[in-house]
């Protein structure tokens, strides 16, 4: 496992390759995972082409080696495929690793509208996935609110902040050079992986005024917060929010 790469799976999709770009043109190694290995290869080629001269070490593998590529560990998939992946790739992640799960249970998932959520039994999309990882991965909910089409739009910055929720401080800490790298996003503590219910649910909220406002890149930002924003709290004292 590599502390400086970064494994997308579902990385073919428009969010995972949004992030895939965008770390790449920040100089960070990605490897794109998906079910089909030649899928993922033409993604990371297509990756490298639009990150030009800047780009770091790209590639495309199959999910399972590139689920233990990598210390960090991001799943952009459909809600309805978050189980069945993280059941096929348990295998390849050990100890130490941070999965960041970025699912959204959206109602379109069972062909409703995309602009409503549905209710996860575990209280949200970040703690079902909690459940279903190898003893010693930490989880973390990150990146939800960023729009796929702003994060391809490499001649602008991100305009939203990344509210990163894990049970740990250190683990949220750990994700946040990953949020820096992407240009215009700030990092945002936002406290235990419980809170991802209400951050996953803002995604549904972002959807919906994307629609209403005939827009594409509708984002979040947080006033009264520092510059940079997550490292005023202690420790001990964040893990209990």
Avoid at 27 to 48: H, W
Avoid at 184 to 195: A, I, P, Q, S
Wanted: charged share 15%; glycine share 12%; net charge positive.
């Amino acid at each position: 496992m590599d502390a400086n790469t970064v494994a997308v799976i579902g990385g073919t999709g428009d969010q995972g390759m949004g992030l895939a770009l965008r770390w790449a043109v920040a100089g960070r190694r990605v490897v794109v995972g998906s079910r089909d290995a030649a899928r993922a290869a033409a993604a990371a080629q297509a990756i490298c082409e639009r990150a030009g001269a800047s780009a770091a070490a790209v590639s495309g593998r199959g999910n399972l080696e590139a689920a233990a590529s990598a210390q960090v560990v991001v799943l952009t998939v459909p809600f309805a495929a978050q189980i069945g992946i993280l059941q096929a790739i348990a295998a390849s992640l050990r100890a130490g690793q941070i999965l960041v799960d970025v699912t959204v249970p959206l109602e379109a998932a069972v062909g409703g509208a995309a602009t409503r959520m549905l209710g996860v039994w575990a209280g949200s999309a970040a703690e079902q996935a909690a459940g279903h990882v190898p003893a010693g991965v930490e989880v973390a909910a990150a990146f939800h609110n960023v729009s796929a089409y702003a994060l391809g739009q490499l001649a602008h910055p991100i305009d939203c902040d990344v509210l990163v929720c894990a049970d740990r401080s250190e683990t949220r800490a750990a994700l946040r050079p990953w949020v820096e790298a992407i240009r215009g996003c700030r990092y945002v503590d936002g406290g235990r992986l419980e809170n991802a219910r209400t951050v996953e649910a803002l995604t549904a909220l972002l959807i919906g005024l994307n629609v209403r406002h005939r827009v594409r890149a509708a984002g979040i930002r947080f006033t009264g917060l520092p510059a940079r924003s997550g490292g005023a709290t202690s420790s001990r004292r964040a893990d209990k929010q």
